[in-house]
Every structure is written in C-alpha cells, then in structure tokens.
C-alpha cells in the first residue's frame, strides 16, 4: 500500500498565538519543528509515496529545502487564500485531493512533535487492519477522556447517569474523546464524499502521555520545549 498513501503536512505563515511556530528554534540543538518532524518522518519514506509539504511561508521553503534532494519530498505552494487566520478548514480540505498523487491521505502536523516515525508506522498499520482490512473508513489520533465532564449550557456531567450514581468511580464513567490533530488518514474518495478528512466511522488512535500534546498556544510550545530537555535527559 506504500504508494498509495500521501502525507500531508499543511505549514501556514502568520500564526498569532505562537509567532514563528512552525520555524523558531524548539530542539535544544536549534531545530524547528518543522525540522524535528522533517527528520522523523523521512524514516518512513519507504512506507508511502510521498511527503507533500504544503505552505506559503518562505522560512518554511528554506528549511525544506535540503530535504528535496529526496524526490519523494515535494512543495504545495499553497495559495494565499487558504493560508489566513480566517481559511475554513473545510476549504483546506476540499484542496488537498488536488495536491496528492495517492489514494490515501496521511494528514498530519508538526504540532505533535513527540510523534515518532515508529508511531506514524503503527498508526498505518492500524490503517490497513483495521480500514483497508477492517470495518472502519478512516483512522484519526485521540486523547481519551475519562474525568466528570460538565456541560455548563445543559448544566450537568453528561458522561455518567447521576440519577443511578451521582459520583461513580472515574474508571467506570463512559469515556469521551478529544481530537488531538496528530494525525489523520482517509482515502482521496472519502474526501470527495464526504467533503472531510474523517469518514462515517473513524477509528479511534488513542495516545497517552506527551504524545497527547498539540502545540497551540505560546504555553503548549515552552511546556514540550521542556518536555523534550527531561526527555532527552532520561535516554542518556
């Protein structure tokens, strides 16, 4: 199935909430992001057909750059349109179908940093067991939640029955599941179908630890800098 799998990496200029995100100096070396994600997943390469690194934002061409040596790595010069604060990611993801050669589409971001070449490879595993094989049309990454969720608009927990048990034990309330945006996968004729980068019945990825971790906010980028140091120490 390797050639007919895409990945997708969407890198956009202009991010507000934390300036230069995708290409400031994250590794204690002085990689970006990008770079530390770039390095991972040229591990996988055998394992698809290629890596559509899309982006309008030149510091990111700069760092691709020594990359495209491999002729698997390519560039999407996405438009401007869709590389604004404001850009739907609905109208992202009708675009990517025009930009990938593959059948399948492995969405995923440099955002989720601990992600490693040996999670991608699991992960598409799980994508021929269990949707190319299996009963399922899609695969995407979660947090599972299993803590007392309260929803302040309807004014009650909504993942347990209170009128049965009002505090059961935390392992016995029904979990729920947060979108982490780690990764995706979906086929090409999903995403014409549905106009989406899930199908009807997802498969649930549930990761653990700092692998739960997507950086959005200046706070998430200091705290996986951090993590990444005691990480590195641990290994030593």
């Known amino acids: 199935m390797n ?8 890198l956009r200029s202009g991010s507000t909430r934390v300036i230069h995100k995708n290409t400031r100096p994250f590794t204690p070396d002085g990689r970006s992001l ?29 760092q691709v750059a020594p990359y495209t040596s491999d002729s698997r790595i390519k560039i999407d010069h996405r438009p401007d349109h869709l590389c604004t604060s404001t850009t ?6 009708n675009y990517v179908p025009s930009v990938v050669s593959g059948q399948h589409v492995f969405w995923l971001h440099v955002t989720a940093p601990f992600f490693t070449a040996q999670d991608y490879l ?15 049309d899609s695969i995407m990454s979660v947090n599972k939640l299993q803590q ?3 929803d302040d608009n309807q004014k009650k927990i909504i993942n347990c029955d209170r009128s049965v048990n009002p505090w059961p034990n935390t392992q016995d309330l029904a979990p729920l599941y947060e979108i982490n ?43 996986a800098q951090n993590m990444l140091v005691s990480l590195m120490m641990q290994t030593q």
């Open 3 to 10: 050639q007919a799998i895409s990945i997708y990496l969407p």
């Open 34 to 62: 990008l770079q530390f994600k770039l390095d991972e997943l040229v591990k996988i390469l055998d394992h698809v057909g290629e890596l559509v690194v899309s982006t309008n934002d030149p510091l990111v061409l700069e």
């Open 88 to 93: 739907k990611v609905q109208d992202l993801i």
């Open 122 to 136: 699991t992960a598409l595993d799980e994508y021929q067991a269990q949707v190319i094989d299996g009963d399922y």
């Open 148 to 150: 007392f969720i309260w």
């Open 181 to 223: 945006h780690a990764f995706y996968i979906n086929s090409v004729e999903n995403y014409k179908a549905f106009q989406d980068r899930i199908g009807r019945n997802p498969c649930l990825f549930i990761t653990e630890g700092e692998k739960c971790i997507d950086i959005d906010w200046e706070a998430d980028f200091k705290l």
